[in-house]
């Protein structure tokens, strides 16, 4: 396993274009530590560059703060709240989405309220979610469900009309039930749509989460208050209204991290669920 | 020797299509006309209606009739409407009050020039990463390593970066709008039939030249479908910015009206939202499809035959 | 070309005449992908000649490779050795392993590749107008005399999504021919046409041909297009492709539709068709993929 892991290693190591990219971020890096010290070295401060942190400042912040358990349990609040709210999103959508597929009559019904709603920017329920729901965190995650819940939803719709007709034909004459046709061919067929929902979905979500723990955690006149606290968000906010900017990036980069983890785990478990994409 | 007769197949007139109707000459407004009346004879109006009366009607009963435990501290619909509507709005924002255009008028700016911004950067970013791998290797990956940052979390550092408060949002804003249009428009070169670009340089055309004739116009469909996305992406991180550290705007107002307890004004806020979302979204969707003539005309025929 | 009795060989010598307009000389190609140990080979030390001003058509079962050997004359593909030429010029050979395309070799493609954002007379002038060859109006004057001589007058100005996929097809020979082209290469273009559009096509491919002359380069898998259209018909092998068996088609030229009734048709037909079926066995024993 070990050398499988080597082998792959060092066949992308010996690619020409790995080393392009190496390159490319490597200069980016370099201009970034330049630009941010352009004061001290130039004299003359660049732009917007000069008000970054330099890139050594937040390695060594990163450092100092992979070591403190408080970070990790920022880090592992937000990861939880994402999970919540994509999962429910999952649970609810998926149903929600296939049902519409499948009747035209519940499709004419419900399509039209879901597009209305769907445009109204996910934060821009924080309030009403607040006022509705009992706790703090219920209210975080309704607004998190939300993010995830209309592309999840949406995406499974557009698998599920895809289906060629012609699976339903072959079923039907091979005597298959209503229940069967279901379970066989509109779940399965779906399931790529499915998997594209949600890794887009789950990217979504850690926006919707972020913003709602900086907005809780601060915000322009303190609004949301109470002490939700925690997160890597609200970890960021602090860090500004701190004065410690090279937390923020450093924060901003976990969650970057973070996020991309997501994503890639969602990717994994994709392929796994459906093995016959990957074929051929 | 066989009869021959070189000329008997090619001198018939040529069939336009085997539709039923001839469309040869048929404007697009008239295509639209008429797929909105068939739309109007289908069942869907009417399902159309029966939900929102079914939304709206929950919403009414749980507030305002059953009065329902959760419910009892949102406005219900007519308290809503009534002050949407009302000359003399109770808590300062109705269709007649001038500031509330100017909350629209400011949200909008703001989304139209990071939307533009992000189009007039992003596209071409786009086409030349799809056309050229080299590129693409250099560029690719920098760009990878940023965008999993959620917009919001560029707040801060973007109030560190530049000074005013339009600036940080707009730039927020522009960043998502950004990523969503150039990963799509580079995607959609990358989907174009290598038989383009194999008959483009058959036929003597050169890179350039297949740049322009074939690249751009094939990835059009792919470009428009990203501008859309980057619309909704793009008022995403503007409320987001808003509400964290902005004055006027949509978000804004949405922000206040919690912390001034002026609930009804909430959901002005939101359903003004709504609306103007998806106006700026067909906006893009209509842009699109009338640069896109062939591609309306097409599918109204039912596609490829 | 047309009298004397079918002439069937099993593998040519190469011919030492020199070739005019149009004639392409494959000379003992190879087309190799992937690595020594890893590979596979599509072409197998393929010989054959395609003679100047008339048609031939490659017959072989899908993915035997034949299209590749069309991708190299075309530019598209390399090849591992051999050479091929073009009336005396080296396409591809030793020292270049991959010719440049150009418009004296150009391509009708399987799925069509009519530009589907421009119109039709947009497309036909495309050509001309990006080499410079000819300006906006003489190359749109041009346009319109051809495609009236194929009978496409009346949908210059419709896009290829309004036209049916058969009229799509002639509009992409024409946007071809207006280039003057040496050699036009067909890979199998009426591959997805129903039979009763394809034998439409196939006349209306032949008055083209008489109307301009032009070579012509047909890859197809249907043995009885290929004998209808062809003057020369190579057979080729299950993949690596080297030609099986090639066949004079002594049918006088122009045909119709009448010919495939004919004594002299189904002869043919029965010469080649054993050797035919006995690829296509092969192939399908292989697991051939369609391609």
Redesign the interface.
């Known amino acids: 396993m070990a050398k499988a892991v080597a082998l792959k290693a060092f066949n992308v190591i010996g690619r ?2 790995f080393w ?6 490597a200069v ?1 890096l370099v201009f970034w530590e330049i630009g941010s010290r352009s004061h001290a070295l130039f004299g003359v401060a660049f732009p ?2 000069s ?2 942190p330099a890139p050594s400042a937040v390695l060594r912040e990163l450092v100092i703060l992979v070591q403190e358990p408080s970070f990790w349990m920022s880090a592992l609040l937000s990861t939880l709240r994402v999970f919540e709210g994509f999962f429910a999103a999952m649970v609810i959508g998926i149903p929600l989405g296939l049902a519409m597929a499948v009747s035209r ?1 519940f499709y ?6 879901f ?3 769907r ?10 979610s ?3 729901w009992p706790t703090q965190e219920l209210s975080i995650a309704f607004v998190t469900f939300l993010g995830a819940f209309f592309t999840i939803v949406i995406n499974v719709i557009g698998g599920a009309q895809a289906i060629d007709v012609r699976y339903f034909q072959a079923a039907r004459s091979m005597g298959s039930s209503t229940w069967d046709i279901f379970r066989r061919i509109i779940l399965p067929a779906t399931l790529p749509s499915i998997v594209v929902g949600a890794t887009v979905g789950v ?1 979504i979500t ?2 919707v989460v ?2 709602a723990e ?2 809780s955690g ?4 303190g ?2 208050g109470g002490a939700a606290g925690g997160g890597l ?1 609200f970890f ?2 602090n ?2 209204v701190g004065g410690s ?1 090279t937390q ?2 450093a ?3 976990s ?3 973070a ?2 983890i997501s ?1 890639a785990v969602l990717r994994k478990v994709g392929k796994w669920v459906t093995p016959w994409l990957s074929e ?1 | 020797m066989t009869e021959a007769s070189p000329v008997r197949v090619l001198n018939s007139e040529v069939p336009v299509s085997m539709a039923e109707d001839d469309v040869r000459g048929v404007s697009a407004l008239t295509i639209a006309i008429h797929r909105a009346w068939l739309w109007l004879r289908s069942p869907r109006p009417y399902l159309m209606i029966i939900g929102f009366v079914l939304f709206i009607g929950f919403w009414y009963l749980a507030v305002e009739v059953w009065k329902l435990p959760r419910f009892s501290e949102m406005p219900g619909p007519t308290q809503v409407v009534r002050e949407w509507l009302s000359r003399n709005p109770t808590y300062g924002l109705s269709i007649f009050t001038p500031e509330y255009y100017l909350h629209i008028w400011v949200s909008t700016r703001r989304v139209a020039i990071a939307f533009f911004l992000a189009t007039a950067i992003g596209v071409p970013l786009g086409l030349f990463l799809g056309w050229s791998e080299r590129f693409k290797q250099y560029v690719f990956p920098v760009f990878e390593l940023l965008r999993p940052i959620p917009p919001l979390a560029w707040v801060p550092l973007a109030i560190v970066m530049f000074r005013g408060s339009e600036t940080p949002i707009i730039f927020l804003t522009f960043l998502a709008s950004f990523y969503a249009t150039a990963l799509n428009t580079m995607l959609g070169v990358e989907s174009i039939d290598v038989s383009y670009t194999r008959a483009a340089s058959c036929l003597g055309a050169t890179r350039w030249q297949t740049f322009r004739h074939v690249i751009v116009p094939g990835a059009m469909p792919f470009i428009f479908t990203g501008l859309q996305i980057s619309v909704g992406v793009a008022w995403f991180s503007l409320v987001a910015g808003e509400m964290v550290s902005g004055q006027y705007g949509l978000g804004y107002v949405i922000n206040t009206s919690y912390t001034m307890v002026r609930y009804p004004t909430i959901v002005i806020g939101m359903i003004t939202l709504g609306i103007v979302g998806y106006v700026t979204s067909a906006a893009v969707r209509l842009v699109g499809d009338y640069l896109m003539q062939w591609r309306t005309r097409e599918l109204a025929l039912g596609g490829d035959r | 070309m047309s009298l004397h009795p079918a002439a069937t060989r099993d593998y040519p010598a190469v011919s030492t005449q020199p070739i005019r307009k149009g004639g392409v000389r494959i000379a003992d190609v190879v087309k190799a992908y992937g690595t020594k140990e890893a590979g596979i080979l599509a072409v197998d030390h393929c010989t054959f000649d395609v003679p100047p001003g008339e048609i031939t058509v490659v017959v072989g079962p899908s993915g035997c490779g034949k299209t590749t050997l069309l991708n190299a004359i075309a530019g598209f593909h390399s090849i591992s050795a051999g050479t091929i030429h073009l009336d005396d010029e080296l396409l591809c050979g030793p020292q270049r392993l991959k010719a440049p395309p150009g418009p004296d070799r150009i391509v009708v493609f399987q799925n069509g590749a009519l530009f589907p954002w421009k119109t039709n007379i947009e497309n036909v002038t495309f050509g001309p107008i990006m080499q410079g060859a000819l300006s906006r109006a003489e190359a749109y004057d041009k346009a319109r005399h051809m495609m009236a001589d194929a009978g496409l007058r009346g949908i210059e100005h419709n896009y290829p999504g309004e036209i049916s996929s058969g009229v799509r097809r002639r509009v992409e020979i024409v946007r071809a021919l207006m280039n003057d082209p040496k050699i036009l290469l067909l890979d199998e273009p009426y591959r997805a046409l129903d039979s009763l559009t394809k034998s439409v096509m196939h006349e209306a491919l032949l008055e083209i041909f008489y109307k301009n002359r032009v070579t012509i380069f047909f890859i197809t898998h249907d043995l009885e297009e290929a004998i209808f259209l062809g003057h020369r018909v190579v057979i080729m092998t299950t993949r690596p492709c080297r030609p099986k068996k090639i066949l004079d088609i002594d049918i006088p030229h122009p045909r119709d539709y009448s010919v495939l009734t004919t004594k002299r048709f189904r002869e043919l037909m029965d010469e080649t068709a054993a050797a035919v079926h006995e690829e296509a066995i092969k192939a399908f024993a292989a697991g051939e993929k369609e391609r």
């Not at chain 1, 392009?20 to 971020?25: K, P, Q, T």
């Not at chain 1, 601060?218 to 006149?221: E, L, M, N, V, W």
């Open positions: 020409d274009d392009r990219g190496a390159l490319s971020i980016f917007w560059v008000q970054i009559t004419g019904i419900t399509f039209p309220v597009e209305v709603l445009p109204i920017p996910p934060l821009a329920w924080v309030p009403a607040i006022i509705f990217g850690w926006a972020v913003a900086m907005i601060g915000g322009s006149a609004s949301m968000g960021i906010w860090s500004y900017y923020i990036v924060g901003m980069i969650i970057g991290i996020g991309y994503s051929g």
